[in-house]
């Protein structure tokens, strides 16, 4: 019976999702791109194709001029059809509809054709025009496009939504000197008058923001993925990190291809396969068909590289390739479902690393690198749903954040759990045969899901999915004799509305010679286990050891003590992860106890994803959940702990982990002795390898003590031979500045859009800017960062305004800094509530650091 009529439950919340199309105003084009604006486009314009030619010029100050060719077909429209074009009017020299030149009406970000110029059946516009730069990303001597989520139109007119799929012809002139890549193949390049002239081929099917192209001075390998050229363009110039790269990055590429295609049953949707390695990219990669824009540091690695760093790689890779399919084959019809392509990219990359005989590791894997992340905003009065609303597209890079990048994996890994492998393989087969080349949306793919299984998705749904925050679990163990009575499992929302999250989790018992493992299926607000029941009670018990779980687990009071003796790498992380969360709850054990704790185990921790793990819970606890008075006092004890770990520890990356552990807590003036020799000398520690970019790191730690020599950053910065890295360090340096004044005038610089271009180099100077040692001074600079997020949030990248703060408060503990987030929110009442809540979620800690102190 039940299964008979859930359809009709799954229609209502069809209908309950789904954003139903209104008419767009006939009034004064509002600014973006509003959700009905996009309805109606859609449903009047079909066959967009558009022909761009740009000549990009040797200077970087002078214009790119570009001419444009938009066809598309249309029924009878009667208002003004509306290109998205974020520019001055000025900047169009040529305005030409269906062979008629018209007046230039460029209004709130639109360029207007009335009506009556357009025609049923196929039309032409021409634009003549100078290019925005803003999404050029423009350098030196090269550029880059970056397009997502809506800045296809800061470049060129265009209709700039992900569910009009359209073709692009590009052509492109640059210099002689210079390389270029793009989505289609190249037809052919030809020099002429000293110019490089690019002509590429019709592209596949793409929504604006995968529109894409590279150009500069980029040296060019020609690779080879399935048998087909798979070029890539990279500026990076050291050997000892090209030699290992090169081969490695097809390697995993090579490895993610089979087996999307095996998985999916759909081969490479698209015409060629190419990569472009950007200097400071803002992403990790940007997953553009035919050419994918990677962070050139995430791709190459020398061989000191870590087992983290290898991994991070591997999955950043697999990621951008399984968005060919997830995303870009088929696409979210608004930006309100972008988290679709990213659960599919994270969670298919996690997948499709998994070791088949070493599963443990491969969960170890995804809960150290996806539920710290997530717990990091779902814990938050901040904390947004997976899926949210969103009524333009100006606001679309407000969606982006670890719920839809941690949580939304995690979710997707219980989903299958509930369907079943076959079943969640089948349903999400069907569901990229039915939209390929074409747009789909969430509740799209849950009416395929629910086909393929017998559970109640739409309950599950509006838990995980349509809700925000996790939940608390708790437990009572109830004995007789010596036996398990009774173990009874419980949850509660950690905040708002009373719910239940269905999930599936492991809780494993611990004896003096033996282990009981438990499944829990916790489908209600309790739970009996009663496979417990007449088992003798254990010494004591970890939550969530399988790693599948989510919320706050509880820890076992006799935990602390047993913890260095469980042997399961993956069971001890989920306890290091459970008690770091119950720390902050502030409802068992305290920051400087498990300060104390994670500090042993800095000499019996053999794995190292754990240690890494341990290591950054010590940073957290050391610099803001303990006084400067406690730092100063813990410093040297806590100094030589990790120096003696380090010199005992047996393997290479394990110490050099240590040794980073070393240089970002040291204070006593042995440790900065001993640092500044090492960093002096350029000679490491035995058993630890440097590199250039780890002397720079050093040299930047040691600036920003109080009594550093002045020379350290000016010396440091000779030593540095590749341009492009002495660029971005010469942007760092004065925000490590001893003086005063330079960092003033480094902090001002930063209100201009051209002194925040390089974000990513942005951050970290605002590491260094409001490190813990320099708040005393820096603190005065918040007000102004929160001040400036709504200008960040209009100009900057996708997740800049979260990185923004998260630098510019994440490290901050001191009343001064929480009253002033509290005044600034007071102040603005009518804020944005999604800007408001990138606020909270950075400053969580803040105001947590606060409440811990006063008990």
């Known amino acids: 019976?039940?299964?008979?009529?859930?359809?009709?439950?799954?229609?209502?919340?069809?209908?309950?999702?789904?954003?139903?199309?209104?008419?767009?105003?006939?009034?004064?084009?509002?600014?973006?791109?509003?959700?009905?604006?996009?309805?109606?486009?859609?449903?009047?314009?079909?066959?967009?194709?558009?022909?761009?030619?740009?000549?990009?010029?040797?200077?970087?100050?002078?214009?790119?001029?570009?001419?444009?060719?938009?066809?598309?077909?249309?029924?009878?429209?009667?208002?003004?059809?509306?290109?998205?074009?974020?520019?001055?009017?000025?900047?169009?020299?040529?305005?030409?509809?269906?062979?008629?030149?018209?007046?230039?009406?460029?209004?709130?970000?639109?360029?207007?054709?009335?009506?009556?110029?357009?025609?049923?059946?196929?039309?032409?516009?021409?634009?003549?025009?100078?290019?925005?730069?803003?999404?050029?990303?423009?350098?030196?001597?090269?550029?880059?496009?970056?397009?997502?989520?809506?800045?296809?139109?800061?470049?060129?007119?265009?209709?700039?939504?992900?569910?009009?799929?359209?073709?692009?012809?590009?052509?492109?002139?640059?210099?002689?000197?210079?390389?270029?890549?793009?989505?289609?193949?190249?037809?052919?390049?030809?020099?002429?008058?000293?110019?490089?002239?690019?002509?590429?081929r019709e592209s596949d099917l793409l929504s604006t923001y995968l529109f894409a192209f590279a150009a500069g001075k980029f040296h060019l390998y020609k690779g080879n993925l399935q048998g087909k050229n798979a070029d890539l363009l990279y500026r990076e110039t050291d050997t000892a990190k090209l030699t290992p790269s090169l081969p490695a990055i097809y390697a995993i590429h090579e490895q993610s291809l089979k087996f999307f295609e095996e998985w999916t049953g759909i081969p490479y949707p698209f015409q060629k396969f190419g990569m472009s390695a950007i200097p400071e990219f803002q992403f990790g990669g940007m997953e553009h068909p035919g050419s994918i824009h990677y962070k050139e540091s995430s791709l190459f690695l020398d061989r000191t590289a870590s087992r983290d760093q290898l991994n991070t790689r591997t999955n950043l890779i697999a990621h951008e390739t399984a968005h060919m399919w997830f995303g870009d084959l088929v696409t979210m019809d608004w930006f309100s479902d972008v988290w679709m392509k990213e659960v599919f990219a994270n969670f298919m990359a996690d997948k499709s690393t998994v070791e088949p005989n070493n599963k443990a590791e491969s969960d170890q894997k995804f809960l150290i690198s996806h539920v710290p992340a997530a717990y990091a905003v779902d814990r938050t009065p901040g904390a947004n749903p997976i899926r949210q609303e969103l009524d333009n597209l100006n606001e679309a890079g407000t969606l982006y954040g670890n719920i839809i990048y941690h949580k939304a994996p995690v979710m997707m890994k219980q989903l299958e759990s509930l369907m079943g492998e076959s079943a969640f393989q089948s349903g999400v087969r069907e569901y990229l045969r039915r939209f390929s080349n074409s747009n789909a949306s969430w509740p799209d793919l849950i009416r395929i899901l629910d086909s393929h299984t017998s559970a109640d998705l739409i309950k599950w749904n509006s838990v995980w999915v349509n809700d925000n925050g996790r939940p608390v679990v708790t437990y009572k163990l109830e004995q007789k004799g010596g036996l398990i009575s009774r173990f009874t499992v419980s949850q509660h929302a950690e905040q708002g509305k009373e719910r239940n999250w269905p999930q599936q989790l492991k809780i494993t018992l611990y004896y003096q010679d033996h282990i009981k493992e438990l499944p829990v299926n916790l489908i209600g607000k309790d739970v009996v286990i009663t496979a417990a029941e007449g088992l003798q009670a254990p010494l004591y018990m970890i939550f969530n050891t399988g790693g599948e779980g989510y919320g706050r687990m509880p820890v076992d009071p006799a935990l602390p003590v047993h913890i260095y003796d469980v042997k399961d790498p993956l069971s001890r992380a989920s306890a290091y992860i459970g008690l770091y969360e119950q720390m902050l709850s502030g409802e068992s054990i305290r920051p400087e106890e498990l300060l104390e704790l994670y500090k042993k185990g800095l000499l019996v921790e053999n794995d190292e994803l754990n240690l890494k793990l341990i290591c950054t819970y010590i940073g957290q606890l050391y610099w803001q959940f303990s006084k400067a008075d406690l730092r100063i006092a813990i410093a040297p004890s806590l100094e030589m702990q990790i120096w003696t770990a380090l010199s005992q520890n047996k393997f290479t990356n394990q110490r050099k982990q240590l040794f980073k552990l070393y240089q970002d807590i040291f204070l006593s003036r042995e440790a900065k002795s001993r640092l500044y020799q090492i960093w002096k000398e350029q000679l490491a520690p035995e058993g630890v390898i440097l590199t250039e970019d780890d002397y720079t790191s050093l040299a930047l730690a040691l600036a920003?003590?109080?009594?550093?020599?002045?020379?350290?950053?000016?010396?440091?910065?000779?030593?540095?031979?590749?341009?492009?890295?002495?660029?971005?360090?010469?942007?760092?340096?004065?925000?490590?500045?001893?003086?005063?004044?330079?960092?003033?005038?480094?902090?001002?610089?930063?209100?201009?859009?051209s002194g925040r271009a390089k974000e990513s180099t942005v951050l970290t100077a605002l590491y260094y800017l409001h490190h813990p040692l320099r708040q005393e001074s820096s603190v005065h600079y918040l007000k102004q960062s929160l001040e400036m997020l709504v200008e960040i949030q209009k100009t900057g990248d996708i997740f800049f305004p979260q990185s923004w703060l998260q630098a510019s408060f994440g490290m901050y503990s001191s009343v001064e800094a929480a009253n002033i987030v509290e005044e600034f929110l007071k102040l603005h009442p009518g804020y944005s509530p999604k800007l408001k809540a990138k606020i909270l979620q950075a400053t969580d800690n803040l105001f947590r650091a606060r409440k811990l102190d006063k008990q």
Not at 26 to 49: D, E, F, T
């Open 1 to 200: 019976m039940f299964r008979q009529i859930k359809p009709l439950f799954l229609a209502a919340f069809i209908l309950q999702t789904c954003i139903i199309p209104q008419t767009v105003s006939a009034q004064v084009p509002v600014a973006g791109v509003s959700r009905s604006l996009a309805v109606y486009r859609k449903s009047v314009l079909s066959a967009v194709k558009y022909k761009l030619a740009l000549d990009i010029p040797t200077e970087k100050s002078a214009p790119i001029r570009a001419r444009q060719e938009i066809t598309f077909n249309s029924g009878k429209i009667d208002q003004t059809l509306q290109l998205d074009f974020k520019a001055d009017a000025k900047v169009i020299s040529l305005l030409e509809v269906n062979g008629k030149k018209v007046p230039v009406k460029l209004v709130n970000e639109h360029l207007l054709i009335g009506p009556d110029l357009i025609k049923n059946g196929e039309n032409h516009i021409k634009v003549n025009f100078i290019a925005g730069n803003g999404a050029l990303n423009r350098n030196a001597d090269y550029l880059y496009t970056l397009f997502v989520p809506d800045r296809a139109r800061t470049a060129f007119p265009c209709f700039d939504q992900p569910d009009i799929k359209a073709t692009y012809l590009l052509q492109l002139t640059v210099p002689s000197s210079w390389h270029a890549i793009a989505n289609a193949t190249q037809e052919y390049v030809r020099e002429e008058d000293g110019r490089k002239i690019y002509q590429f």
């Open 704 to 753: 920003i003590r109080d009594d550093a020599s002045k020379d350290i950053l000016r010396l440091q910065n000779l030593r540095i031979t590749n341009t492009d890295r002495k660029e971005r360090f010469e942007m760092i340096m004065p925000a490590a500045s001893s003086d005063l004044q330079e960092r003033d005038l480094f902090f001002n610089s930063l209100k201009q859009i």
